[in-house]
């Protein structure tokens, strides 16, 4: 049955790389530039945070660096890669900042979300007036996500004490929806009003000040005019990945969005079995006829989720071969019976196109039940990371 196993042949193709992800620059650019249009005239921030879902922290942030009027970032580490990546755009931390922390990044003139009225705000004060000039902050509400920022009720009383204080410098004031993708408009209108009517004893104050006032992300930039208020922050769609289908569908003339990534592997070994084999762990699939059986050298633990066993597909010259049995951690099996050129090293595509057939991230987030997010987000900051940038 089929050719002798030797090792040597199996690896023999291999290159030193276990799998690659491509990163088009150009189509984010462009991505940006029609969000960019769409959303005129509020201002536009990128968020790139989680290593730019997937795309590359650094890379992407200088990529952006003249196009967009600020980056974000969750943790104030990404602040300061980007920072030391040469890159002078305007930044802000969207997530918590340990007090130890706050000094560094202020001198990287790095402004920090601040969402505290006790001791957490007092500390802050302290290492801006030992640093002799005012730190930048955006002050958030929480009107919906139950998650991070000051109540409403307690907002504007929070966000007097800041404005009171010298050594704070309140560059926006900001909350985040819970579920502008869903289209759940009167929820996100009742945020709105929330965040409002929170902030409208300090409206003067802040108006005079030019304070920046924000609430969307990608959904609601595109579906709801009156949510782009002072400026956007928009993620997922940069990278040209919609934040769901709901909010493609409900939108009369859809941006183009670029898929900006492609994630391409190669196969290990490819095995010849006859009918009734047992395949992967926990047997869960048998052949049904003779078959070739495929090996790729990357699972779960380099960002194919265990979701897809027996479910998902991956391109291997041009045609899809199903992926058969449990994912396991380093290695994801698939059926590559028939599929001319299916021999090791040759190439496999899990995102992006090969000849006529192409897969998407939401392809993948279908399979493992999950949104496109998650998929980009976990492809491990370790896996190699090409750039184009036709620009
Ligand atoms: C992640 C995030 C965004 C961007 O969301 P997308 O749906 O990816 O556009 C905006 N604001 C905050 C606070 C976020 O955490």
């Known amino acids: 049955m089929g050719p002798p196993v030797t090792q040597a042949r199996d690896v023999a193709a291999s290159r030193s790389a276990i799998a690659e992800v491509e990163i088009d620059l150009a189509a984010i650019r462009r ?56 890159v002078t755009t305007p930044l802000l931390v969207l997530g918590p900042v340990p007090v130890r922390e706050v000094a560094q990044l202020h001198a990287a003139r790095v402004a920090i979300s601040l969402w505290d009225d006790g001791t957490y705000r007092d500390d802050v004060v302290r290492v801006a007036r030992s640093s002799g000039t005012p730190l930048a902050i955006h002050a958030k509400i929480d009107t919906g996500v139950t998650r991070l920022g000051l ?52 409206a003067p104050a802040l108006r005079s000040r030019g304070t920046l006032r924000h609430a969307a992300a990608s959904a609601a930039a595109m579906l ?25 569908a409900a939108l009369a003339q859809p941006p183009e969005l670029e898929p900006a990534l492609a994630w391409r592997t190669e196969l290990v070994a490819v095995r010849e079995v006859p009918a009734g084999t047992s395949v992967g762990y926990g047997c869960t699939h ?31 010259g041009g045609r899809r071969a199903p992926i058969v049995g449990r994912v396991c951690m380093n290695m994801t099996l698939v059926d590559v019976t028939g599929v001319r050129g299916a021999h090791a090293g040759a190439p496999v595509t899990l995102i992006g196109a090969d000849g006529a057939e192409s897969l998407t991230t939401d392809d993948w987030a279908g399979w493992a039940q999950t949104i496109g997010y998650e998929i980009v987000a976990r492809l491990p900051e370790a896996l190699p990371r090409t750039f184009r940038d036709e620009s």
């Not at 004490?161 to 759940?184: K, M, N, P, S, W």
């Not at 090996?295 to 291997?316: F, M, T, W």
């Open 224 to 248: 709801f005019p009156r949510l782009r208020l002072d400026l956007v922050r928009v993620g997922i769609s940069t990278y040209g990945i919609w934040p769901s289908p709901e909010t493609r």
């Open 151 to 202: 109540p409403p009720a307690r907002a504007a009383g929070a966000i007097a004490t800041y404005l009171d204080e010298a050594a704070l410098r309140i560059d926006g004031v900001f909350t985040h929806l819970a579920a502008a993708e869903e289209l759940e408009s009167a929820f996100t209108l009742g945020q709105l009003e929330r965040f409002e009517t929170a902030l409208s004893p300090l």
């Open 286 to 316: 048998h052949t049904e006829r003779p078959s070739s059986i495929g090996v790729l050298p990357i699972g779960y633990a380099e960002g194919i989720p265990r979701a897809v066993s027996n479910r998902g597909a991956v391109l291997v």
């Open 31 to 86: 991505n940006v530039g029609r969000l960019r249009a769409l959303v005129a005239p509020a201002r536009f921030a990128s968020v790139v945070k989680a290593n730019a879902y997937g795309h590359g922290l650094t890379r992407v942030a200088r990529a952006l660096a003249r196009d967009v009027d600020m980056l974000c970032v969750y943790r104030g580490q990404e602040a300061l890669e980007i920072r030391d990546a040469g």
